[in-house]
């Protein structure tokens, strides 16, 4: 697809964008709220909102649904940080270093670090999708299957490095999370497993459910046994009302400019491969920002890259679910599928030729994203301040409401009684686990990876004839075996060569 538009197109088209901001404005803020609501998404409320959309032109209707896309993925990590609870699966890798920054009064902070992070991993990405649109578009005829199982490695990793403060347990969840992700029929013959003779399991385990159980039940079960989710320290911290906090937090993560840009790219290039989703995106850069750190051991303390980190990544992966969309037809995720329907419903058909023939609405959801990126810097980072109060309220309150939001929003995904007492039964599992010392996050990693993993690897073998070379046959694949083998053991190298150095200089006489 060759694209001929010069800098005054784009000018144009952005100025065009900024003349909708009474529809963009309103959809920013309906985002923050739907996205940090544990169950809900940009996805079935745009379904809920859909006579609306269908009521509008296809240019407005598309700026209010990028809106609420992009927003809606910031709103997740708002919960993620302050309560524990993960809003989507693409903030699930947010609360390991956010929450404890909570804990420690740094929640207002921590907020000011997301917002920038998102903010300018999406912005980034959307000018560089706008003005890349031709070349990204060919990275979905690369990544097939045997590359897919390379990256979803990449992901499960995470576990093994997580793991690393006990091993065997941090192994034990990881794959208990994937012996529940492969609950129900198999991808192949439809055979039921594990099941238990329950219909709502056949087809796999509900996300929502696993998702807000094993963050946000078990965390209000455990903060009932205190009065604030605060320590003292952090009860001190946020005594101290003002200004200061938020824009410490901006100053921070805007001077970590380069590890936002490189795990944007990151969010990006995984968008772009149909399917794949901001889950598989946040986790792969948590893992990468771990495994090349010089400060390995405070991820999961509260280190400031470990939130960065999946918050730049999943808000890059909304540009990139746009690209095979509007240039090969084929929508990136469950959203943009919604706003293939809202185009195909007025007659528009996306492909190559939409570029040609009505550039406002082939380039406008580009643009609508980076004018919305652009209008939350105004409209959302202030609210760090206010949303942050919340920790301050006693847990006796807050507990209740938690549970009570949570098994509501495990309701609404697939509208099954079923699924809310999935949230409690998950809810016990993953007290149990924090009480006995293992991580919740490699069990949700099992849960959310396992299934896709075995689809792109049962289809890579029935492609190949149940050659499993299949796996070592691709060169893309190959090199990314390869960054996977190096990811894996850089770790220890550098345990080991920072031993060597720590003896080097118990040693110097000098020292």
Partial sequence: MELDYDLAFFGEMFARTFSFWWVILPSIFLGLIVGAIPGFSAANTIIILLPLTLAMDPETGLMFMVGLYASSRMGAGIPAILVNIPGTAGAAATPLDGY????????????AMSFVASIAGGLLTTVIALVSLPWLSQIAFYLHSVEMIVIMFFGISLIATIAAKDTLKGLIAGFFGLMIGFIGTDVVYETPRGTFGFLELYDKVPLIPALVGLFAISEAFAIIENQSILTERGKAAMAKPGWAATFEGARIAASRWWHITWNSLIGLVIGVVPGAGAAIASFVAYQQSKTYSKTPELYGTGHIEGLIAPESANNGVTSGT???????????????????????????????????????????????????????????????????????????????????????????????????????????????ARKTGYHVAAILIGVILGPLMETYFLRAMKMSQGDIMVLFSSNIGNTLWVLLVVSMALPYIMDHRRGKSEKIAANDPYG
């Fill in 100 to 111: 404890p920054m909570t804990k420690q009064g740094r929640g207002q902070q921590a907020l």
């Fill in 322 to 432: 746009l690209v095979p969309l509007l240039v090969i037809g084929i929508p990136g995720g469950a959203t943009a599928a919604i706003m293939l329907v809202v185009l195909q419903f007025h007659g528009v058909t996306v492909g190559p030729d939409l570029f040609l023939t009505s550039p406002e609405l082939a380039f406008g959801p580009f643009t609508a994203m980076a004018v919305t990126y652009t209008l939350m810097i105004l409209t959302v980072l202030p609210l760090a301040r206010y949303m942050s109060n919340i920790t301050v309220v006693s847990t006796v309150y807050m507990a209740p409401i938690i549970i009570s939001f949570t098994l509501v929003g495990s309701f609404v995904p697939r509208a099954y009684l079923f699924d809310m007492n999935l949230a409690l039964v998950f809810g016990v599992i993953g007290y149990v």
